[in-house]
C-alpha cells in the first residue's frame, strides 16, 4: 500500500514550493535547469519495449540521453519513487498512474510542467487531460495510455438466445434476467468486490465526482448521490441473483469467460489481451459495444487504468526531460512504438486510428471496426480527479464490498463506508477537507 501523506501543503502550491527548493529558481521562482552540454536522464517505467522506443529517440537526440531502468507496476513502483524522492535521488522521470499521481504530487515528487507543455494539451481529450492537471492550471505529468470503458458481450451466445445488446443500464438489468431465465446455467457478467478501478470507472460514467481540490482544501464526495445509485443498482442485481457475485481475475473467472458461463464484460479497451489470455477458446466470438447509459440517448463512459510519464520535481533537466515525455507520447513514431511493443491504447487522439491501430486485436477478428469504435467511446470519457489517498479508498472498498456479499447486506451502505475511511485518513494526516 501506498505510504500515507504527510504533507499540509494544497497540491496546488506543493510542488510549487518544493521545485523552488529543490531545482533553484530564477527571481520570479521558475525552476532552472542546471546541467550544460550532454544530458543524461533516467527514467523509470513498467511499460514493455519502451526501451526500444526510448532508443529511437537516443538516435535522434544525441544531446538528450534517456537511460530507462524497468520497475513494477502499482503500489510498490509509487513506493520506490517516493522513497528516492525522500532522500534526494529520484529518476528524473517516472511512470505513473493516473490515481498514483495526487499521491506524488502532494510528496512534492512530481514536477509541475506547465511552462513547457502548452502545446501538448491539444492532442488529448480533455476528459483524459483533466487527470494530470488536478483540477488546477498546472500540469504534473503528460499522458501516455488510456482506458476508456466498454461492454464486451458474446456475440454468439446473444444470438443463440435472442438477446438484445442493452444500451441503457435499465435493459442491461433485462438482460441480465432473461439470461437466467434462456440458460440458467449462465450469467450475463458478475460483480467484482476485488477491482476497485473497475466500479470507480463505473461510477466515473455516473457522473460521481469522488474528489476535488480548491486551494488548501480537498472535497470528498466518494458517497455521492451517483455513486449510490450505482451501488444500488448493482446490489439489486446480485440480491435478485440476476448477475454473478464472484470476482474477477481468478481461475474461476477465467474458466467462467472461456466456457461461455459469463457472456459480456463491462470492461475497458486493453480488454482483448484479458480475453486473449484467458478466454483463448472464444476468440472471434466477443464484441464491444458502447457501455449502457443511464439516460437514453447520452453518450458517455468512464475510464479504467492508464498511466502518464511524471518529471520528478527534484530534476536538474525538467525542461529536457518535459521534451521527451511529450514526445514519447505524442510522437507518430513513438507512439506507434508503444502500441507495437507494449500493447498500449494510446492516450494521444491523433494516435487511436489508423497506423497500428488500423486493424482490429487478432481475437477480435470479426469485428473490424473494433479502434474506430473505441476512438468514439474513448473522446466520450469523462473527466475525473483523483485524490491523494485513493489507495485507502480502494482497499476499503474490497473489504467493504466482499462483506456486503457475504453478509447480503445492502451495496450503499459500503459506499459510505469508503467515504468514512478516506475522509479520515486525509484528516488524519493534516489536509484539509470538505464534506
Known amino acids: 500500500?501506498?505510504?500515507?501523506?504527510?504533507?499540509?501543503?494544497?497540491?496546488?502550491?506543493?510542488?510549487?514550493?518544493?521545485?523552488?527548493?529543490?531545482?533553484?529558481?530564477?527571481?520570479?521562482?521558475?525552476?532552472?535547469?542546471?546541467?550544460t552540454g550532454k544530458v543524461e536522464l533516467t527514467f523509470w517505467s513498467w511499460v514493455p519495449g519502451i526501451d526500444k522506443v526510448v532508443a529511437q529517440w537516443n538516435a535522434a537526440n544525441p544531446d538528450i540521453h534517456v537511460t530507462v531502468s524497468k520497475q513494477a507496476q502499482g503500489d510498490e513502483e509509487v513506493t520506490k519513487v517516493l522513497t528516492a524522492n525522500k532522500a534526494g535521488n529520484p529518476p528524473d522521470l517516472f511512470q505513473a498512474e493516473y490515481q498514483a499521481l495526487p499521491t506524488l504530487v502532494s510528496n512534492g515528487a512530481a514536477a509541475d510542467l506547465s511552462k513547457y507543455s502548452a502545446d501538448a494539451k491539444g492532442k488529448f481529450a480533455p476528459g483524459v487531460w483533466s487527470t494530470i492537471t488536478l483540477g488546477t492550471d498546472a500540469v504534473y505529468a503528460i499522458p501516455q495510455d488510456s482506458g476508456p470503458?466498454?461492454?464486451?458481450?458474446?456475440?454468439?451466445?446473444?444470438?443463440?438466445?435472442?438477446?438484445?445488446?442493452?444500451?441503457?443500464?435499465?435493459?442491461?438489468?433485462?438482460?441480465?434476467?432473461?439470461?437466467?431465465?434462456?440458460?440458467?446455467?449462465?450469467?450475463?457478467?458478475?460483480?467484482?468486490?476485488?477491482?476497485?478501478?473497475?466500479?470507480?470507472?463505473?461510477?466515473?460514467?455516473?457522473?460521481?465526482?469522488?474528489?476535488?481540490?480548491?486551494?488548501?482544501?480537498?472535497?470528498?464526495?466518494?458517497?455521492?448521490?451517483?455513486?449510490?445509485k450505482l451501488a444500488e443498482y448493482w446490489g439489486g442485481l446480485v440480491a435478485s441473483g440476476a448477475i454473478d457475485n464472484k470476482p474477477m481475475y481468478t481461475p474461476e473467472w477465467n474458466k467462467a469467460l472461456n466456457d461461455g458461463t459469463l457472456i459480456a464484460w463491462p470492461s475497458a479497451v486493453w480488454g482483448p489481451g484479458v480475453l486473449s489470455g484467458n478466454a483463448p477458446d472464444t476468440a472471434g466470438k466477443w464484441k464491444i459495444a458502447e457501455m449502457p447509459q443511464w439516460t437514453a440517448g447520452e453518450h458517455k463512459t468512464g475510464s479504467w487504468g492508464g498511466s502518464s510519464t511524471a518529471v520528478a520535481a527534484?530534476?536538474?533537466?525538467?525542461?529536457?526531460?518535459?521534451?521527451?515525455?511529450i514526445w514519447l507520447n505524442t510522437d507518430p513514431t513513438a507512439v506507434a512504438g508503444l502500441i507495437k511493443e507494449g500493447g498500449i491504447y494510446p492516450a494521444a487522439t491523433a494516435a487511436q486510428s489508423g497506423g497500428e491501430l488500423s486493424k482490429a486485436p487478432a481475437f477480435f477478428s470479426n469485428q473490424p471496426d473494433f479502434y474506430k469504435l473505441a476512438q468514439q467511446i474513448a473522446n466520450s470519457a469523462a473527466g475525473v480527479t483523483w485524490g491523494p489517498n485513493v489507495n485507502v479508498t480502494y482497499a476499503t472498498y474490497k473489504d467493504t464490498f466482499a462483506k456486503a456479499i457475504t453478509a447480503k447486506t445492502p451495496f450503499p451502505a459500503a459506499v459510505d463506508q469508503m467515504q468514512k475511511a478516506t475522509v479520515d485518513d486525509l484528516k488524519k494526516n493534516g489536509f484539509k477537507v470538505s464534506e
Not at 527534484?314 to 515525455?325: E, L, P
Request: overall charge positive; aromatic content about 12%.
Open 149 to 228: 470503458m466498454m461492454l464486451y458481450y458474446r456475440a454468439d451466445v446473444f444470438e443463440q438466445l435472442s438477446l438484445k445488446v442493452p444500451t441503457t443500464w435499465d435493459e442491461f438489468g433485462e438482460v441480465a434476467k432473461q439470461v437466467r431465465q434462456k440458460d440458467p446455467k449462465r450469467y450475463l457478467t458478475t460483480f467484482s468486490a476485488g477491482d476497485p478501478g473497475w466500479f470507480a470507472g463505473l461510477a466515473q460514467q455516473a457522473g460521481a465526482k469522488w474528489f476535488g481540490v480548491s486551494g488548501e482544501t480537498w472535497s470528498v464526495q466518494v458517497n455521492d448521490a451517483a455513486t449510490k
Open 314 to 325: 527534484k530534476s536538474k533537466n525538467i525542461a529536457q526531460a518535459t521534451k521527451f515525455a
Open 1 to 35: 500500500m501506498t505510504p500515507k501523506l504527510r504533507t499540509l501543503f494544497a497540491v496546488a502550491t506543493a510542488s510549487a514550493l518544493l521545485l523552488t527548493s529543490a531545482c533553484g529558481s530564477s527571481d520570479d521562482g521558475t525552476p532552472q535547469n542546471t546541467a
